[in-house]
């Protein structure tokens, strides 16, 4: 009958690993080894983020002239697509531009890892 590790025969095992003990200090080991390095910023994707955020932002402000009226137009059942679209553009723009904020100043929870890089 085998137990849970797999050994029987008393705790004989048929593998020929050797094991060594693990040193009482630290030698070999320095602060600098664990420390983090500063982060990559990642500027193509902030900038892709104000882009998409400024065009979003004006796609929103047109379709909302559109649907209130103040732009004149013969069909006004293409104002709500503008506006839906603006929206749909203006999202992901303001999310990364909120945690690339949160990350240059330092808030805890926020980094520039949290940013999709597109250099990779």
Request: charged fraction near 20%.
């Amino acid at each position: 009958m085998s137990n849970r590790s797999g050994m029987s025969n008393g705790g004989n095992s048929n593998n020929k690993v050797k094991y060594s003990r693990v040193a009482d200090s630290d030698e070999g080991y320095i602060d600098l080894q664990f420390k983090r390095s500063p982060p990559k910023v990642p500027y193509k994707a902030i900038a892709l983020a104000v882009f998409l955020f400024l065009i979003g932002s004006l796609l929103i402000i047109i379709g909302s002239l559109l649907l209130a009226g103040y732009i004149e137009v013969t069909h006004r059942d293409r104002t709500i697509p503008v506006l839906i679209i603006g929206i749909l553009i203006f999202l992901p723009g303001f999310y990364h531009l909120r945690i690339a904020y949160y990350a240059s100043k330092g808030y805890r929870g926020y980094s520039y890892d949290d940013i999709p890089d597109f250099d990779d």
